[in-house]
Nanobody, 125 residues
Framework: QVQLVESGGGLVQAGDSLRLSCAAS????????MGWFRQAPGKEREFITTITGSGGRTYYADSVKGRFTISRDNAKNTVYLQMNKLKPEDTAVYYC??????????????????WGQGTQVTVSS
């Protein structure tokens, strides 16, 4: 069993930055890849980015590439999402997820085994 708790969401203005954190417990953190997804009102949840268990590889959706950065600190059992140059269209509930395929950079929801409860990010124009 893995528990994931996101934090760091909030209300910001367009162009601002925000850093989300996801704290994990229940299993050796480095043994699973981590991903971030988001769901905007009225839309399906979409993949944003993922990082392998070692932190050696990352992958980003085109919509956030160059603006968002995923990182992890395995000593702190935490994965981060640094979001820069935020846009109103980034408004969504952001979820972190754990994937037992620690070596993979999967983009599909179904490959992730555990999910956090989500944190709201609202970007005003």
């Amino acid at each position: 069993q893995v528990q994931l708790v996101e934090s760091g969401g909030g209300l910001v203005q367009a162009g601002d930055s925000l850093r989300l954190s996801c704290a994990a417990s229940g299993r050796t953190f480095a043994s699973y890849a981590m991903g971030w997804f988001r769901q905007a009102p009225g839309k399906e949840r979409e993949f944003i980015t993922t990082i392998t268990g070692s932190g050696g590889r990352t992958y980003y959706a085109d919509s956030v590439k160059g603006r968002f950065t995923i990182s992890r600190d395995n000593a702190k059992n935490t994965v981060y999402l640094q979001m820069n140059k935020l846009k109103p269209e980034d408004t969504a509930v952001y979820y972190c997820a754990a994937n037992f395929r620690s070596w993979a950079t999967d983009v599909t929801e179904a490959t992730y085994n555990y999910w956090g409860q989500g944190t709201q990010v609202t970007v005003s124009s």
